[in-house]
């Protein structure tokens, strides 16, 4: 879920998988945002071991309506 916090016991059953996946070539994928979760955990030194990477986060607007998206922002912030 959204917002979820890691427990250690989590980490440990993500630890446990990835020790029994027997090819060499193996990493973990996650999201920047779970990715900036994990490293911000006290338990940290759970997964540190792990070839973990993640997918960084973008914004796209459709339509190429990102410079109207700009400009009504600034519109709010700017006296």
Do not use: C, W
Request: charged fraction near 25%; avoid cysteine; hydrophobic fraction near 35%.
């Amino acid at each position: 879920p959204d917002h979820h916090q890691y427990k250690i016991s989590e980490l440990k059953k993500l630890n446990r998988q990835f020790e029994n996946i027997t090819t060499k070539n193996k990493i973990i994928i996650t999201t920047e945002k779970d990715s900036m979760r994990l490293s911000k955990s006290l338990i940290t030194e759970t997964i540190h071991h792990l070839p973990l990477f993640y997918i960084p986060m973008e914004t796209t607007f459709l339509f190429g309506e990102g410079e109207l998206f700009n400009k009504q922002v600034f519109a709010h912030i700017k006296p």
